[in-house]
């Protein structure tokens, strides 16, 4: 087998990343010429292959059971005791240096060797205490910089296990030793992280691939842990009373996405998944799998060259623009949550690449989960909510979203949730950062009667997660101001009853029409990049057209008619105005013009035909064609008929009443 060595003193700034959670640094020399290569994932795509039967001494299913786990677990009493004082000893050893330090004033002297030492703990007590690690290191406005620096490095810089065991994997899961499968692998890994490790290989067609083999008695390790884990979140759960939220479902929802993670053939599946839901994105791009070299404990896929979202100097010296790829980043993650539900719940830096050509390299499909349709509408709607300080509102999609039981009272929630959000003091609510959202809900759950959801702690895992890598690259980064412009494109063009219904609620108020709200929902949705104004107008014609859209058609109507008559006012308040003052006819009485709000709607509707003519898509040049092909349009000839109908019967009344106030 042809082994690649990597000269030890030649290090460089070029950085390469595969195997999911690791990013690593390939050395080359400096004074050598590399050519990038950066294939179209869509392109290279190949059939997928039936991967082969393990032939490991481990089972062939890794499915988290925590009933199984707990009878496994149950008989063995001293090696649980062990495990905990194993994990205590040390952790309280690391606090006790803290608070020493503290008493004696040199916290900062020994920052540097107390993040070492963190960074050590974590690493020792294994896989399930380094996912903490990574964590905490994606949030520099929680975690002090040197600490952060060290935390950063349970990302692929962990200790690996010998190359005699990894090799037993690659020839136990795939049948042949590794020199029969690759043309090369290097000498070493390049990376290791919580799981696994990752060598760099080349296939013998010549494809250049990350190979991640996972780490031995992974299984024994992460169970021990979740049992102890989970029998303290139950305990809690039972005993302290003001803990409302079901803490052993969440820990099992993340025991099920951890042992999910150690099936590289479901990462497979999950990145192939990803890639036909958002891979057609706009500078996203997700690696390539190899099934005839992939099984559970080893994983075959695309080498991607890309630096960490974390260095923005160097993407910087590419001429690519960082803060631009996580606008990218942060949109990916929009559609993930809120239109297909299946996300990424793990993007670290070193998950996330940005590749010599300026796209956004995802990586790691090991950890991923699933929102359900009605959670993805819910959290539209509590968005829309809290932009819009719809606090009441709000409440009660926390009702639909399971945090708060239908039985309970939300009248004390309302006032609490405006005082969360009056930290904005008089801004935007979108100018708030989702950590300081999230901390001030929790609390609010603490004092009032909310249980949190499973499916939840993920959701803000991967969005904390986010902001964090956001906040790195620009401090004055705002999550909730970049996803507003795609939650108002969803409302216009989404067909959804649930989001029609959300439309409804906002535009209308008291059987009034909000035209600020809709000036703003338009002016936030032109800024999507996938805002279809033709699409806006075909699906609005046709909702207004139907039984569901009766409410807000005879609204409409109602508006339209008092447009009708504030500038039919203005114009007869002007005429009269000049046959009094200019021509002298004094005889004729001067009629009023149009009342203050009617000017304020007429205002609106000047700004919101503005703000349509900038939207993107709009043509006048194609408008004749459009509105014919609009009139002939069934649907909109039914909606005419009803809005002549209506205007008629207005005027009318009208009449009426003007005769019988007259006589």
Known sequence: MMVKTLPPSSRTSQEDSRGGELSVIEVVAEQSTQTLVIKSAAASRLPRHKPRVTTGSEPESVLYDPVEIQAQ??????????????????TLSFAFGLWWDKQWGIVVKNERRRAVQLRDLLTKLGPAYIKIGQALSTRPDLVPPTYLEELTRLQDQLPAFPNEIAYQFIEEELGAPPAEIYAELSAQPIAAAS????????????????????????????TIDLYILRNLAGWVQRNVKRVRSDLVGILDELGDRIFEEMDYIHEGENAERFFELYGHMKDIYVPKIYWEYTNRRVLTMEWINGIKLTQPEKIAALGINARYLIEVGVQCSLRQLLEHGFFHADPHPGNLLATMDGKLAYLDFGMMSEVKPAQRYGLIEAIVHVVNREFDSLAKDYVKLEFLTPETDLTPIIPAFAKVFANAQGASVADLNIKSITDDLSALMYEYPFRVPPYYALIIRSLVTLEGIAIYIDPDFKVLSEAYPYVAKRLLTDPADELRTSLQELLFKDGKFRWNRLENLLKNARSNQEYDLNLVVNQGVEFLSSDRGSFIRDRLVDEFFNSIDAVSKNALHNFTYVLRERVGITAVNQIPSATVEQQQTLEYIKRIAGILRETKGFDVTKLAPQLAQVIVNPGVQLLGQQIATRVTQKAVTRIIRELLASE
Do not use: M
């Open 73 to 90: 677990y149950n008989g063995r009493f001293w090696q649980v005791l062990r495990r905990i004082f194993t994990v205590l000893q040390p």
């Open 195 to 222: 799981l696994g490790q990752v060598y760099k290989g080349k296939l013998k067609t010549g494809e250049e691939v990350a190979i991640k083999v996972q780490r031995p008695d992974l299984r024994e390790r992460i």
